[in-house]
């Protein structure tokens, strides 16, 4: 039962040690995140691990500015990657047609999968980890930064170290009811009063507004800035596989 446990107490570490990872605990990360179920056993990813300090430094400014990523020993760009395939399948003479929708939906699952593996063995490790959706943004700079062909989207960024203590005490955000996401047969729609019941239910807190709560929410992730050009960007990674 020990996976289980790993799997409730993780949660999201931002402060670090100033401890390396020794190089036999990174092999073990990433064979756990290769060893994550696959479509079609293609592993349709590809794992960037960043260590040139130029690249770090700009990685966390294009995350909103998120510098405390610096002080992690292990920064990892995860990617949905078709190229790889593409370029066996022409160095056999077959003539390919460009991936579709489809085909990187399939390859951000693939990568993000892969990811996950790698957070839960982490975990079982001693290590901190922190998922940075963020890579989504500032399409140009990434696609430079990384060398990006346009069969390959970063899916999501990994920070990995050892935590310090004070990470350690910060106690793990409660997630909302079973009842309220898991559903039989059907999608489930809740009126306004059941939406409220759960989210009250989950923070417990006394005078607990409700309204501005949503309305700061919205603001932050969907009408903000960065969830803007994170639109805008990935409209333009999405743009060659819409050309299939």
């Known amino acids: 039962m020990s996976t289980y446990k790993e799997l409730m107490e993780r949660k999201s570490v931002r402060l670090f040690l100033d401890r390396p990872i020794k190089e036999d605990v990174l092999a073990k990360l990433y064979d756990a995140a290769i060893g994550?179920?696959?479509?079609?056993?293609?592993?349709?990813?590809?794992?960037?691990?960043?260590?040139?300090?130029k690249k770090r430094e700009t990685l966390a400014r294009c995350v909103d500015e998120q510098y405390w990523i610096l002080k992690a020993p292990l920064i990892i760009v995860f990617v949905a990657d078709h190229r790889?395939?593409?370029?066996?399948?022409?160095?056999?003479?077959?003539?390919?047609?460009?991936?579709?929708?489809?085909?990187?939906?399939?390859?951000?699952?693939?990568?993000?999968?892969?990811?996950?593996?790698?957070?839960?063995?982490a975990q079982s490790l001693g290590l901190g980890s922190c998922y940075?959706?963020?890579?989504?943004?500032?399409?140009?700079?990434?696609?430079?930064?990384?060398?990006?062909?346009?069969?390959?989207?970063?899916?999501?960024?990994?920070?990995?170290?050892?935590?310090?203590?004070?990470?350690?005490?910060?106690?793990?955000?409660?997630?909302?009811?079973?009842?309220?996401?898991?559903?039989?047969?059907?999608?489930q729609l809740f009126s306004p009063?059941?939406?409220?019941?759960?989210?009250?239910?989950?923070?417990?807190?006394?005078?607990f507004d409700y309204k501005a709560a949503m309305k700061r929410f919205y603001d932050f992730k969907y009408g903000s800035d960065f969830s803007k050009e994170m639109d805008r960007s990935a409209?333009?990674?999405?743009?060659?596989?819409l050309k299939k």
């Open 36 to 53: 994550a179920p696959s479509a079609g056993n293609q592993l349709l990813y590809g794992m960037i691990e960043v260590t040139d300090e």
């Open 84 to 121: 790889r395939w593409l370029d066996l399948y022409r160095a056999y003479d077959i003539e390919a047609e460009r991936p579709g929708l489809g085909d990187i939906w399939l390859a951000l699952s693939d990568a993000n999968i892969a990811a996950q593996n790698m957070v839960v063995c």
């Open 132 to 187: 940075i959706g963020d890579v989504i943004e500032h399409y140009e700079e990434f696609k430079e930064l990384l060398a990006l062909p346009d069969e390959v989207i970063p899916a999501c960024m990994l920070v990995i170290g050892y935590p310090q203590k004070e990470a350690l005490k910060r106690p793990k955000p409660r997630r909302f009811a079973k009842e309220y996401v898991v559903y039989k047969d059907a999608y």
């Open 193 to 207: 009063s059941e939406h409220r019941h759960f989210y009250e239910e989950r923070d417990k807190r006394e005078g």
């Open 235 to 241: 409209a333009l990674y999405f743009e060659p596989f």
